[in-house]
């Protein structure tokens, strides 16, 4: 099919939700991806941070293949196999004792259950969420969602979530109430535009919750399996939360989200109170599984936080060179690089030489490449970055932005 009849059909036929890149991609492999024309491009998107093991990983392309001839569905009501084996993997990795999981299909998904989970097992009806804050887009998660343009449109919402601002421990102690069921907060605000607590922030989470009773779930949605340069960013800061939410790269690409927490929480839960269909399904599991085995067998939490200093580093030097960058700041892989103005025609320009890269917010372009992503392959990216702000600062691409209200992920 060629390009613009492709185009042209999700043009037509698909809820217009998303603000397209004109490309169509057809194929990937590690951080490369190609469209239809057979145009290469960095990937430094990753399908928003998905693609952590890096694009069509032989291993996890083997254990789907493996896994459809031998069965695609089975009902949480029936036992399976892969969805043991994936429960044990999973249960070594994630914080001590946060190991009872709820297994769905999305990240607002496991938001969800989070919450749902909360108020089940405290029996209170409010959660305090973060200014900034990004959860995802279901009922449920876009209450604690923080950005008016999602939420507005949709009022009313779940009611008894409030927002007080990411890394300000008074306001959060004052915002608690004898009716706050939990806390949740993600380790490093993504979509919030990359950025990060202040010193000793989260650990005043944790203790605040523990002062005050309540619960602390942590989204690692998008700071998870070994983006940051950890398996999970909470082990930077020594923060063990109560319930934890992973989505995105957990099962390399196929739908899944997972909702972790302690024991005696997870048992609040009973029968039938909190299920899905699709969730724990063997092709999802045997997928999760092989990605957490390429995740800790080839080392990639450790290859973020080797190669992550190496990109803050290219990308701090083009900050000499362009006064357009206001600050580079993130850790691991997850970057983000704060300009003075709309981001929209550097990532444009970038598209145009080859490069694939996330916006977070108008003003931060965002880096989530794939952690397999090579030392020159990083390097390239930086210098077309380069070029793509020299372009754009000398007016090549200038012109309007379009409006973006209706951006979506
Ligand atoms: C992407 C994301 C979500 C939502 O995940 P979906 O799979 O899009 O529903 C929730 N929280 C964080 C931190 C995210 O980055």
Known sequence: MKADEAISIEQRLMASVYSKRPVVAVRGKGARIW??????YIDCMGSYGVSIIGHCHP??????????????????????????????????????????????????????CALKLARKYT???????????????????????WD?????????????????????????????????????????????????????????????????????ILDEIQTGLGRTGRMFACEHWSVVPDIMCIGKAIAGGIPMGVTVAKEEVMSALKRGEHTSTFGGNPLACAAASATLDIITGEGLPERASRLGPRLMEGLLALKERHNAIREVRGMGLMIGIEMKHDVYNVIMKSLEKGLLILDAGRNVLRFLPPLVIEEAQLDRAIGILDE???????????????DRAAEGI
């Not at 793509?388 to 379009?402: L, W």
């Open 59 to 112: 291993k996890l392309v083997e254990a789907i293949c493996r896994q459809a001839s031998e069965l695609i569905s089975c009902h949480g009501s029936l036992y399976n196999d892969k969805r043991s084996e994936f429960l044990e993997k999973l249960s070594r990795v994630t914080p001590k004792g946060v190991d009872r999981a709820f297994l769905g299909n999305s990240g607002a998904e496991a938001v969800e």
């Open 388 to 402: 793509a702000m020299g372009d754009v600062a000398g007016g090549e691409t200038g012109g309007r932005v379009p």
């Open 148 to 216: 008016k343009k999602y939420r507005a449109p949709f009022e009313p919402l779940v009611p008894g979530i409030r927002h007080v601002p990411f890394g300000n421990l008074e306001r959060l102690r004052e915002a608690i109430s004898p009716e706050t069921a939990a806390v949740i907060v993600e380790p490093i605000q993504g979509e919030g535009g990359i950025k990060l607590p202040p010193e000793g922030y989260l650990k005043g989470v944790r203790d605040l919750c523990d002062e005050k009773g309540i619960l602390l």
């Open 123 to 145: 029996g209170r009806k409010e959660i305090i969420a973060m200014m900034g804050a990004f959860h995802g887009k279901t009922m449920g998660a876009l209450s604690a969602t």
């Open 35 to 40: 469209d239809s024309e057979g145009r290469e």
